[in-house]
């Protein structure tokens, strides 16, 4: 539904557009750019999910977009600005009428945003994972909103989505790919009522961004991100595993799997949620559904410049392929990796390097205790935390979040001592259960001189491992020597070397069992 166009919007849009350097049409605003500042009026519709028919209601949603969009881009949004006619048209300030409203921005640089860097091959794992840690960190910091992650809430936010897209089929979506992922969805609300009733006991339902895409992530002094979903809680608010899957979405759809898959892991590593892979495939499918829809909508105003219609056509046909496309399991089989080794050995610089190089979450079991026992990951722990019953939970729960993420489909990292047999073995069953392959990498470094010197550096800055000289002491006495688990691959590396190198090492070694780079396995 829509208010349309009419002789006043009509004078309005012609009369900003001869101020403007540049003027651009969303499904909800039109944006005019003029040197340093951006204008944003929202459009008069009512498309059913925003209301933007009246001046009163515009007036409202900008200052929302003004209020949610400081809390991520505190530098860009400026305010709300009326919007006047007078004998000379409409005009931003100055005198006159009121009778509009618009949002101030500061323009930002267009080769600083996400997607010009992809397209140009600018965009990087490490620009991603400065992003996921400020998004791990905003959400975390986030209010709770538990109701709006109910299954009767995301039930109904489903049938909606495929109702307005129904208007479609036939032409933007074929019958096939509509059934197939209402199916998908649908079945998996049902079939994991469980997973979806567990992420909202765990607190995963906050108030977020609800819009994560690349155009609106700039990579600036620090990740900045933009133009958030001002006009509907539903949208905004929701599972912090929808949130990431938005952009991981988005960066599959640019045939960028290895930057989706190692932006995701990395997210899950900054805010110790492994379970987000429970529910990661439904909210992929979920989110391409939603940008199909949206590119929908424009592509069927006929308010929208010709141009703009086509290619909205052919974004919203891909969106709804892509949708299908999360409801396949991947070809290849996941693999557990497990990475041990002395206190001090360089583990967890080794275990890092394989979740940056196969864009795998790392879970790591310094991280775990602390989460454990209720403590930020640089928080020192008590001797407590290391007696035996303590040491087995954190265990127990390393192998729970490895579970979780291979049963997604996907391949995972565990960083530990795993300084006796069980817990490799454990390792191992937990591949062994689901189909996956095993790995037992194992960090060594002879030399005790630089193991004490890893230690000592740790005293002097903020770290998540609380080891001590007197550990390393205690553990070089009680170390049960690896051994391959289970038959599985057994992998030493010398890691008194460069970490790069010792990394490439141990993907060199991995390789005969299938382990694969992510980069190598992209589709150019």
């Not at 305010?79 to 009428?97: K, L, N």
């Not at 307005?164 to 609300?189: H, I, K, N, S």
């Not at 599985?488 to 990394?503: E, F, K, L």
């Amino acid at each position: 539904m829509s208010a349309g166009m009419n002789d006043e919007t009509d004078a309005l849009v012609r009369d900003l557009q001869r101020g403007a350097a540049e003027m651009r049409t969303t499904h909800a605003s039109w944006v005019f750019i003029a040197g340093d500042d951006v204008w944003k009026v929202k459009r008069p519709v009512d498309l059913g999910f925003l209301d933007f028919s009246t001046p009163d209601a515009r007036r409202h949603w900008c200052d929302e977009e003004v209020r949610l969009n400081r809390r991520l881009a505190p530098e860009v949004y400026l305010g709300v600005e009326p919007v006047r006619r007078d004998a000379g048209g409409h005009c931003i300030g100055g005198d006159g009428t009121v009778v509009d409203w618009a949002v101030h921005m500061r323009r930002l640089p267009d080769e600083a945003a996400a997607s010009s860097l992809l397209a140009r091959g600018a965009l990087d794992a490490d620009a991603l994972a400065s992003l996921a840690d400020v998004m791990a960190t905003f959400l975390e910091a986030a209010p709770v909103r538990s109701e709006l992650g109910s299954l009767d809430v995301l039930g109904a936010n489903v049938a909606e989505n495929f109702a307005q897209v129904e208007p479609f089929v036939g032409d933007l979506v074929d019958p096939g790919t509509f059934a197939e992922v209402r199916a998908f969805q649908t079945g998996e609300l049902e079939r994991h009522a469980d997973v979806f009733r567990a992420r909202v006991a765990a607190r995963r339902i906050r108030e977020g961004h609800g819009d994560l895409r690349l155009e609106h992530v700039y990579f600036l002094r620090q990740p900045t991100v933009i133009d958030c979903i001002e006009f509907n809680e539903r949208f905004r608010c929701g599972d912090v595993a929808s949130e990431v899957a938005f952009l991981a979405m988005e960066l599959e759809a640019a045939r960028r799997p290895d930057l989706a898959a190692g932006f995701v892991a990395r997210f899950a590593e900054a805010s110790n949620d492994f379970h987000l892979y429970g529910v990661l495939d439904f909210y992929l499918s979920y989110r391409a559904w939603v940008r199909g829809k949206v590119a929908a909508f424009v592509a069927g105003d006929a308010a929208a410049r010709t141009a703009v219609r086509r290619d909205k056509r052919q974004e919203a046909a891909r969106n709804f392929a892509l949708a299908r496309s999360f409801a396949g399991r991947a070809l290849d089989p996941p693999v557990v990796i497990a990475v041990g080794g002395l206190i001090g050995s360089g583990k967890s610089t080794l275990a890092a390097g394989l979740g940056r190089h196969l864009a795998a979450p790392v879970v790591s079991s310094d991280r775990v205790r602390k989460a454990l026992a209720g403590l930020a990951p640089t928080d020192r722990g008590s001797a407590a935390l290391y007696e035996p019953a303590a040491v087995d939970r954190v265990y127990s729960q390393l192998m729970a979040d490895a579970a979780t993420v291979v049963d997604s489909g996907r391949s995972v990292i565990l960083d530990a001592t795993f300084s006796t047999g069980r817990w490799r073995d454990a390792a191992a069953q937990v591949a062994r259960d689901r189909g996956a392959r095993f790995a037992l990498v194992e960090a060594r470094c002879a030399d005790r001189g630089i193991l004490r010197a890893r230690l000592a550096s740790r005293r002097h800055a903020a770290s998540v491992s609380d080891a001590t000289d007197e550990q390393l002491a205690s553990l070089e006495h009680s170390f049960e020597p690896f051994a391959a688990a289970g038959g599985a691959a057994h992998v030493a590396i010398d890691t008194a070397r460069a970490p790069d190198a010792a990394v490439a090492m141990a993907l060199a070694a991995l390789r005969p069992i299938g382990v694969v780079a992510a980069a190598d396995r992209c589709v150019s």
